[in-house]
C-alpha cells in the first residue's frame, strides 16, 4: 500500500473516537500509528542497503505491536491511568490495519517470531521497468484511492459541520 495508510487510519480513528472530547488528540495517535511501521524505510534505505523486503522487519511484526500494546495497557492499568485505554485502543487499531491493508500485494509474517508463515492476498504482477508502476496501474491501487476519498469526504463533512473538528 502506497498512499492509503493515513486517510485510513483516520477512518479507523474517526470511528473510535466519535464525539468524545480527546477526539483530537485520538487522532493524532491514529494517525501516527498509521504511519509508524513504514518509518522502517529508514532502515531499509539507509542501514540495510535494500538487502531485505522491509516488510519482514520488526514494525511490520503485528505481534510485536501486540505485544507493545499489552505491555502499555498493563503499565496504564497498574499506574492506575484508565484515561490512556482508548489511546492504546486506536493506536493498536491503526497499526494492525496498517499491516492488514499491507497483506495485499505484499508478504506480511503476521505470526513472527513464532512462524515464517506469511499472507499476500493479491500478488501483482511485474509488467513494468519500474516497480513503482506495476502497482499504481493494479487494481488495488483503486482501492487506494476510494480509502482516500471516503477520507477526505468523512474529513470534509466533519469541517462543514463543525470548522474547529478534527
Ligand atoms: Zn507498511
Known amino acids: 500500500m502506497f498512499i492509503a495508510h493515513l486517510p485510513a487510519g483516520y477512518l479507523a480513528t474517526h470511528f473510535l473516537a466519535g464525539e468524545k472530547q480527546n477526539r483530537q488528540s485520538l487522532v493524532a495517535v491514529g494517525l501516527t ?12 534505505y539507509l542501514v540495510d542497503d535494500r538487502q531485505t523486503a522491509h516488510h519482514e522487519y520488526i514494525f ?22 484508565r484515561a490512556l485505554g482508548p489511546y492504546i485502543l486506536v493506536g493498536l487499531t491503526c497499526l494492525l490495519l496498517h499491516m492488514f491493508l499491507d497483506s495485499f500485494a505484499a508478504e506480511i509474517y503476521w505470526l ?23 502497482f499504481v496501474f493494479h487494481w ?11 477520507a477526505g469526504f468523512v474529513w470534509w463533512r466533519r469541517k462543514s459541520l463543525r470548522p474547529s473538528s478534527t
Open 140 to 150: 488495488t491501487f483503486a482501492a487506494e484511492i476510494l480509502i482516500c476519498l471516503a
Open 60 to 81: 511490520h511484526w503485528p505481534l510485536f505491536w501486540l505485544s507493545i500494546a499489552l505491555i502499555a495497557w498493563i503499565v496504564a492499568r497498574l499506574s492506575n491511568r
Open 33 to 44: 500509528c498509521s504511519a509508524l511501521p513504514d518509518f522502517d524505510l529508514l532502515w531499509f
Open 112 to 134: 513472527r517470531p513464532f512462524s515464517d508463515w506469511h499472507l499476500n492476498l493479491v500478488e501483482v504482477p511485474a509488467g513494468f521497468g519500474w516497480w513503482v508502476l506495476n
